[in-house]
């Protein structure tokens, strides 16, 4: 059973940053893969980010790609997601989500193990 609790959302002006936190919990993390969703009102929940705890292989949306920064401190246990110069459309509520795997991979939404309970990002002047 793994627990993973976001931390980091709020408020930020257009071409700011923030710096999201999955605080993971449980156990055997090695075989897990961890992915950054985020969902806007209206939209659908679509992925932005994975990384592998194995490995530390990462892969990005075409959307996010050169702007957020995913990681992991395996001391700790907490995956980031560093968000630079972002814009108004990366509004949206901010979720981790974990899967029993070692490669990052598109997977339909109910194929995910555990979620976070959310964490809102708003990207406004």
């Known amino acids: 059973q793994l627990q993973l609790v976001e931390s980091g959302g709020g408020l930020v002006q257009p071409g700011g940053s923030l710096r999201l936190s999955c605080e993971v919990s449980?156990?055997?993390?090695?075989?897990?893969?961890i992915t950054w969703f985020r969902q806007a009102p209206g939209k659908k929940r679509e992925g932005i980010s994975c990384?592998?705890?194995?490995?530390?292989?990462?892969t990005y949306a075409h959307s996010v790609k050169g702007r957020f920064t995913i990681s992991k401190d395996d001391g700790k246990d907490v995956v980031y997601l560093q968000m630079n110069r972002l814009k108004s459309e990366d509004t949206a509520v901010y979720f981790c989500?974990?899967?029993?795997?070692?490669?990052?991979?598109?997977?339909?939404?109910?194929?995910?193990?555990?979620w976070g309970q959310g964490t809102q990002v708003t990207v406004s002047s």
């Open positions: 989500a974990a899967i029993f795997s070692t490669r990052c991979i598109d997977r339909p939404l109910v194929d995910y193990d555990y």
């Open positions: 449980g156990f055997n993390l090695i075989a897990y893969t």
């Open positions: 990384i592998t705890f194995r490995d530390g292989d990462t």
